[in-house]
C-alpha cells in the first residue's frame, strides 16, 4: 500500500465522511487540517472553516477559522488563515504518526508559504490520508471568487505531481470506483493509522 492517499471526486460524494468513518478515533492523533464545510438548504457550499485533524477525531476546544464565505455578493476568501494557521499546521503535522489533509487542491495554492510547507509535506516520510479537491470542482470555485489563472496552474502542477510521485495513491470516490476506493481506505487505515 502506498504511503500517501488521495480521495477525490464529485462534491458531496463522501470522501471526507469515508475518511471519517475508516479511521474513526486513530484520527485524534493526526496530524495536518480539515475544512469544516457548511451547506444551504439546497446543498450548496456557502461556508468553509480550516480546524486541526484531530477535531475530525472528536478531539474539542479547537477555534473554527472561517477562510471562505460563498453566502454574500461578492464572495470573500481569507488568505491569511492558510499563510499563517494553515501552513503552521502543515509543519506541525511532522510530530504526528500520520497526516490528514481534508481537502488540497484549491484557492491555497495561491499562497507561496502554503506551497512549500505542502511540498514538505508531500516530500516527507510520513503516511498520509487526504482529499484532493476534483479539478472541475476546484476550478469552478475559482472562477466564482474572481481568482487568476494563476491558481488553475498551480492546480494542475500538484495533480501532476502527485500522479507522478511513486509514493501516492489517487483514488476517485464514484460510481463503479467507489467499492475500490472504500477498501484502499480501509487498507491504508489498518497499515498506517496506528
Not at 78 to 85: A, G, H, I, M, P
Not at 98 to 115: K, V, Y
Not at 130 to 150: D, I, N, Q, T
Not at 175 to 187: C, D, F, T, V
Request: charged content about 25%; aromatic content about 6%.
Amino acid at each position: 500500500m502506498k504511503k500517501h492517499l488521495f480521495l477525490t471526486g464529485p462534491a458531496g460524494c463522501g470522501k471526507s465522511e469515508a475518511i471519517r468513518q475508516a479511521l474513526g478515533t486513530a484520527l485524534q492523533s493526526a496530524g495536518g487540517f480539515i475544512t469544516r464545510s457548511e451547506r444551504d438548504e439546497n446543498t450548496r457550499l456557502c461556508r468553509c472553516s480550516l480546524l486541526p485533524a484531530a477535531a475530525a477525531g472528536g478531539v474539542e476546544g479547537f477555534e473554527a477559522l472561517p477562510f471562505l464565505d460563498l453566502a454574500c455578493t461578492p464572495p470573500r476568501h481569507d488568505n491569511e488563515v492558510f499563510r499563517r494557521e494553515g501552513v503552521r499546521l502543515l509543519q506541525e503535522s511532522a510530530w504526528y504518526p500520520f497526516t490528514m489533509l481534508d481537502a488540497i487542491g484549491g484557492f491555497e495554492l495561491l499562497i507561496p508559504q502554503f506551497r512549500e510547507a505542502l511540498a514538505e509535506v508531500l516530500n516527507a516520510p510520513q503516511p498520509l490520508v487526504g482529499v484532493l479537491l476534483a479539478r472541475k470542482e476546484a476550478e469552478a470555485l475559482c472562477r466564482r471568487l474572481g481568482l487568476s489563472e494563476r491558481v488553475q496552474m498551480n492546480i494542475e502542477q500538484l495533480w501532476k505531481a502527485l500522479k507522478a510521485d511513486p509514493d501516492t495513491q489517487i483514488v476517485e470516490l464514484a460510481g463503479l470506483a467507489r467499492h475500490r476506493a472504500l477498501r484502499s481506505l480501509e487498507q491504508w487505515a489498518r497499515e498506517y493509522a496506528k
